[in-house]
């Protein structure tokens, strides 16, 4: 049941989506005229509002991605279909012990605080005071006081002021500098994983991870999500997509330097 301090998704006819936060005697105000918060509390999630002038609204619990859109962004967030990679082929879990860079605006904070759950912890490094701040606005609308977070304004091109980490998350313009540091604060076995929107970026964090001779397997790749139209007969692919947003790069630190392992890597790229 919707209660006092919940978010609420209100989705109009045309599609159109509005995210409020429900106060005792709130009034949320529309084109099709006020609705009253009190009219959706205590209500179940799923139901039709009326607005006065008659206006129709279904009213949701956001989901995360819904939450992620509608909230004030400074940097470029990630998108969703980026995010579940990371989260699966960078092997999130729960009570993991995360570190990220940079927050950002706090969407990928935000899915990492989820997934990690209470028992694991999610440190994330941002260099920017007012994105930090924004960062935990965001975060705190959504999870009020989240126990299994530290943010941190620095900069992690300088070090990493932690260690025995599970995974290491970047999306940052040079991440090949915080790869010395990972040597230290990363678990042998520990995942690092990096956003990057470019080619000459990937060539270059590749083989700073390479020179090390402490990863393997790194894999890079890209995902394209296309949307369907499915209407009547008109079952057809949407005419357009977000094609391009960013490469993963995910590597695994090892104990020891990696030269047994180089005639493999064809072997184990195919095992999937
Ligand atoms: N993943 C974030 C968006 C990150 S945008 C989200 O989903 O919202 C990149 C961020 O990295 C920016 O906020 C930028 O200020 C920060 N940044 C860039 N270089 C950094 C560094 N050396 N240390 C910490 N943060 C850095």
């Not at 999630?45 to 956001?62: D, H």
């Amino acid at each position: 049941m919707f209660k006092v301090g919940d978010l609420a998704l209100l989705i109009d006819r045309k599609d159109r989506k509005y995210l409020i936060k429900l106060k005792e005697n709130g009034k949320f105000s529309s084109h099709l005229g006020e609705i009253e918060h009190n009219d959706i509390l205590g209500k179940e999630e799923g139901i039709l509002i009326e607005s006065k002038l008659g206006g129709k609204y279904l009213a949701l619990k956001p989901l995360l991605r819904d939450y992620i859109v509608k909230m004030p962004r400074g940097a470029q967030v990630i998108y969703p279909k980026d995010v579940a990679n990371i989260i699966i082929w960078g092997d999130v879990f729960p009570g993991a012990k995360v570190i990220e860079a940079g927050t950002g605006s706090g969407a990928l904070t935000l899915y990492l605080l989820r997934a990690v759950g209470l028992d694991g912890l999610v440190i994330s490094y941002e260099q920017r005071e007012d994105f930090l701040q924004k960062a935990m606005k965001n975060i705190k609308n959504y999870f009020e006081e989240p126990k299994n977070l530290i943010l941190k304004c620095k900069d992690i091109y300088l070090g990493i002021e932690e260690d025995d980490i599970d995974r290491i998350i970047l999306d940052l313009p040079e991440p090949w500098k915080v790869i010395p540091h990972t040597l230290n604060s990363l678990k042998d076995g520990g995942v690092i994983i990096s956003l990057l929107p470019t080619v000459p970026q990937i060539t270059k964090f590749v083989e700073e991870l390479n020179n090390t001779k402490r990863f393997y397997p790194i894999d890079v790749f890209e995902t394209m999500m296309r949307y369907w139209n499915v209407k009547q007969q008109s079952v057809r692919p949407e005419h357009f997509m977000v094609s391009h947003t960013a490469f993963i790069v995910i590597a695994r630190k090892i104990n020891k330097d990696i030269s047994f392992f180089e005639s493999s890597l064809e072997h184990w790229k195919t095992e999937y």
